[in-house]
C-alpha cells in the first residue's frame, strides 16, 4: 500500500510510478467486493480436512477403485453413451430448425428497408420481437427445461433432446445473428441495391461470406450439446448422466468411475472431432 | 431510361441531417440509352450522386424521376422491383471472397429470378454460356471456376462489370470501372462496357478519373464540391475547364490515383462472442 520505507530519501516526484494508486485501488477494490461473496456462499476450505470429511473422502474413492469391467455392464455404458451422442445431435437439428429462421428474420444486415436510410417501423418492430424471444429462449438454462419436459413427457431421452433444443436454438439464433451483423455487408447491400431479394441477398451475399464462421460455431455447439445432455441424464433425461445417478445412488463407485471414464474419453474425442472440423472449415 | 433530376440534393446516410449535402441542388435530365460520363476532383459528390440515382439514398431535398415515377413515393416492394432495372456497381467490387467467378457473374440476374431458381443456380449453376460469354468480353474466360480471393484486384473489379452483362437493368450505374486496371485493360473495359450497354439498351452513367477517357463519352458532366460544374459534350471539354475543375487538385487531373483517404477506413468490428 505505501512505497517501501526502505529508501532512505523519497525519490523525486517525477521518479514516481504514477500508475502506482490506481493499481493499489483497483486491488483494494477487488478485495472489497470478493470478501462479500465469500461471507455469502460460506466459503470455508479448511472444513475439508477436518477428520471427520477426510474420512468420508477415502471411503468415497476407495469404493471408486478398482473401476468396473465387465463385458454386459462395458455395453451397457457404451450404449448409454450413444444415447448420449444421440440426445446431443438430435437437440442440435432441432436447434437450428428453430434458430435459422429466427436469424433471418431478427439480422439488420438483409433489411430492404433499411437500404434507404432508416429502417421501417413494422420491420424494426418485428427484428427486435424475434431478439426479445431468442433471449427468453436461451435465458432459461437447459436444465430447467429439462425439469420442465420430464414432468410433461415423461422420463426419457425425448425431454432432453427438447431441452436442448429450445436452449441451443435461442443461443444459436443470437450468435448467428452477432456474426452475420459483424461481417461486412458491402456484397450483401449491393445485391439489394440491384433489387434482389432478401433471402437471395442471403444465400448470394451473406452467407458465402459467413459460412466458415457459422459453421465453427455450430460445430463448438454441438460438442457443448454432448457435455450438456450428461448433466440433463441426472434429472431423468435419459443417456449417461441418467445411469451415472442411478449408480451414485446404489453407492455403486465402481460402476460410476467406468461411466466417469468413459465421458472423459467421449467429451476428448468430441473435442477432437470438433477441433479438427473447425480447423478444416476455416 | 429517362432519368429526371430537379434540384436534387442528397448526403451520405452517416452524415448529420443538417450538414452541408455531398451533392448540392442539382437539375438535369438524361435520356434514355445516354452515355454519360461524370468526373471531378475526389469528395466532389460523384459517387453521392450515383447512389441517390440507384435509390440508394434519399434524397435530402429536390426530387428525382425514373421514367417519369418519383422513386421514393412508391411502397417498398414496388421500389425493390424498379431496383432491379437499376445497375449500381460500386468502386469496390461486391464479391465474397469465398464465392466462385461463375456465382458472381450470375448474381446480376438475380432481380429477375425467383428465389427457388436462384437456389437451384447455387446447387448446380444455370447460365454456364451466359457467364462465359460475359466474361469473355472482359478477357477473363479462364477464371470462370476460380474462386473470387483468387483473382487480383482488376480481375476482380472486371469481374464485378460482368455481372452488368448479366442484369436486365435499363440503368447501369458505375462507379470509378477503371480505378485498379491498368491501360490497356482499362480501354477494353470501357469499351465494352458502353459497347454492352448500348447493345442492350441501357443507359450508361459513369464515374470517371481518367479525363481522358471520359472526354470519349457524348456527355460529360463535370461536378466540383457536389455542384455541377459543367454539361458539355466531351469533345467540347477543353483543356481549360479541365484545369478550372481540379483546380488545386492538379495532381489527380495528371491521372494519379485518387488521394489516400478517399474512402475512409472500415471501423473496427467487435470481436464475435463465443459463450452464450
Redesign the interface.
Known sequence: MQEPAAAPALPSPRHRDPAWTGRVFWLLAAAVLVAPALVATEFKPWLLFEPDALKATRRFIADFLPPKIEGEFLWLVLVECWRTVAIATAGMALALVIAIPLTLISTNAIS??A???RM?TLPLFVRQATRWLLIVL?SIPELVWALVFVRVVGLGPTAGVLAIALTYGG?LGK?YG??LE?D?T??T?????????R???F???LL??S???LTS?TV?RWECAIRSSAVLGFVGAGGLGQQMDNSMKMFQGSEVATMLIVFMLLVALADQVSAWLRKNLA | MHISLRGLAARHPAAAPDSVPALQPVSLDITASEQVAVIGPSGAGKTTLLHALACALRPAAGGLTLDGVDPWTLPVSKLQQLRGRLFLAPQTPPLPPRQRVITAVLAGRLPRQSLLASLRSLIYPTGIAQAESALTRFDLAHKLWDRVDRLSGGERQRVGLARALLSSASLWLVDEPLSSLDPSRAKLAIETLTAAAREAGATLVCTLHQVDVATRFPRVLGLRDGRLHFDLPGAEVSAERLRELYAQHEHELLGGPAAAGDTPPPPPQAPVMYCR
Do not use: C, D, K
Open positions: 430492404i428497408s437500404l434507404g436510410g421501417h436461451r443461443m450468435v452477432e456474426i459483424s461486412e458491402h456484397t447491400r449491393t445485391l439489394l441495391r440491384n433489387g434482389a431479394g433471402l437471395q441477398a444465400f448470394y451475399g458465402p461470406h459460412a466458415p464462421e460455431y463448438y
